[in-house]
T-cell receptor
């Protein structure tokens, strides 16, 4: 069990560019979550997968955001036409039951 | 909608002493879970302790214990014999199952600093 991993750990991009983040959950975990965390705040829920099905999306997730989890394994989160307000830490978590395990996060800076 | 409130943005405690972090939540649900997560500086979030709402007995994990008051919707974390490694952001979280989905809501966190 190597834990939840996320790639890249840091991303700096110019406004208007597209970015994609990857999350590799713990292998036997069927549930996967994406959160956004800004400085001094707790994680805010973005979206949730059970296996390959995306079961819920937050209203925070605008049309510029899309997430996938093909084959119910790793997941990707894409942000199109990035804006400065997208600058944040993007956290991934996985679980088999109600206990979530978090990855180290991807810190996005939009200049 | 459920909300989680952590009213203490920052706290400090002397090494070896005891500190209590407060958390209140609002829900109309009767069956749910509560968690405390720790996020050390520049490190990933880890689970400290969990409490099932249907259990009356307060959860304990070594130096960490909770005071769960269901009627008052309060869920405080007590850290005994504080250690320098306890310095971190602490987040209280609420979780319920809804339509097959596990929904988690986090508070804004309390930054705890343990002083040598």
């Amino acid at each position: 069990d190597t834990g939840v991993s996320q790639d890249p750990r840091h991303k700096i991009t110019k406004r208007g560019q597209n970015v994609t983040f990857r999350c590799d959950p713990i292998s036997e975990h069927n549930r996967l979550y994406w959160y956004r965390q800004t400085l001094g705040q707790g994680p805010e829920f973005l979206t949730y997968f059970q296996n390959e099905a995306q079961l819920e999306k937050s209203r925070l997730l605008s049309d510029r955001f899309s997430a996938e989890r093909p084959k119910g394994s790793f997941s990707t989160l894409e942000i199109q036409r990035t804006e400065q307000g997208d600058s944040a830490m993007y956290l991934c978590a996985s679980s088999r039951d109600y206990e979530q395990y978090f990855g180290p996060g991807t810190r996005l800076t939009v200049t | 909608a459920q909300t989680v409130t952590q009213s203490q943005p920052e706290m400090s405690v002397q090494e070896a002493e005891t500190v209590t972090l407060s958390c209140t939540y609002d829900t109309s649900e009767s069956n749910y879970y509560l968690f405390w997560y720790k996020q050390p500086p520049s490190r990933q979030m880890i689970l400290v302790i969990r409490q099932e709402a249907y259990k009356q007995q307060n959860a304990t994990e070594n130096r960490f214990s909770v005071n769960f008051q269901k009627a008052a919707k309060s869920f405080s974390l007590k850290i005994s014999d504080s250690q320098l490694g306890d310095t971190a952001m602490y987040f209280c979280a609420f979780m319920k199952r809804a339509s097959g989905t596990y929904k988690y809501i986090f508070g804004t966190g309390t930054r705890l600093k343990v002083l040598a």
